[in-house]
Structure formats: C-alpha cells, structure tokens
C-alpha cells in the first residue's frame, strides 16, 4: 500500500485491511477452526463473524469451549484474548460463573 506523501506501508502477514477478497480468504482460513470446534464442543450454540467467536451454554459447557478454543485456536493462528472476553449469565448464575 502506498500512501501518499507517506511512502510504502508493507502488509508482513495475512491480507491488507480493506481488501475486498480479504474476508472471503480469511472465511476460508478459519472454517477448519471453527469445523474443530463443533466437533469438540457440540453441546454449545456457537456463532463466528469475522475474527470474533461467541458461544451459549452451561457454565461447565462454556468453560469447556473456552478450553477448547484457547488450546487449539493458535492451531489455526486464531489467538483469543481473555481480556476482551465476557461471559453474559443471570444473575442466579453468577457465582457458579465465578468458580
């Protein structure tokens, strides 16, 4: 990418931001993440948009497809942040959460 009166900003990884074919390619990159996930946490509703990944279940079935995703995400270069992650529960739920 050149910008100008700036020069050259070099892309070192994956495709530029803004690409149009980016989100088709990165899609493609991440179904075989996503597929494991199914595969390994049935017992969760999961949903993925873009390079976020959300979940509903138990407590125990969360915590487990947290598991999951953390240990073999990096697999597939998906990386997830805990300090971006939030856990939605009643508030009867909360300590249970909290274990």
């Known amino acids: 990418m050149i910008i100008t009166g700036s020069g050259e900003i070099k892309s070192t990884e994956g495709t530029t931001q803004g690409d149009p074919p980016a989100m088709a390619m990165y899609a493609l990159a991440i ?3 996503i597929q494991q996930m199914r595969t390994r946490s049935p017992d969760t509703n999961q949903v993925c948009f873009a390079d976020d990944a ?3 279940g138990t407590c125990t079935q969360l915590r487990a497809w947290w598991k999951n995703l953390s240990s073999i995400g990096p697999i597939f270069r998906y ?3 805990g ?3 939030h856990l939605v529960v ?3 739920f909360e300590e249970r959460a909290r274990q």
């Open 90 to 92: 009643k508030e009867d």
């Open 83 to 85: 300090s971006k992650t």
């Open 31 to 33: 179904t075989p993440l």
């Open 54 to 56: 959300t979940s509903a």
């Open 79 to 81: 990386y997830p942040n």
